[in-house]
């Protein structure tokens, strides 16, 4: 089991930090804010046998199919994705 830090932006941070705190399945078996919200940012420490890049997929999958989420313009990365 990996331990990633994966960076969420959202301009509705406040109402995704909920969702991904509560994440926990076969795929994320957690998820645990440990910075921001900071604007529209907030970094979460996940923990996954997935790579970081595909448990970030993973998790806006989650977000964006999850009901009256499904237009949500949400970008969901691996720490270091941007530089």
């Known amino acids: 089991m990996a331990t990633h830090k994966i960076i969420v932006s959202y301009a509705m941070i406040k109402k995704a930090i909920p969702f991904f705190e509560g994440l926990s399945d076969d795929t994320i078996k ?3 804010l440990i910075a921001g919200p900071k ?3 907030a970094t979460f420490e996940v923990e996954s ?35």
């Open 30 to 32: 957690s998820a645990k």
């Open 49 to 83: 046998d997935l790579p970081a890049d595909e448990a970030a997929a993973y998790m806006k999958k989650k977000y964006t199919s999850a009901p009256g989420n499904a237009n949500a313009y949400i970008s969901v990365q691996p720490d270091g994705f941007f530089g």
């Open 39 to 41: 604007g529209i940012k």
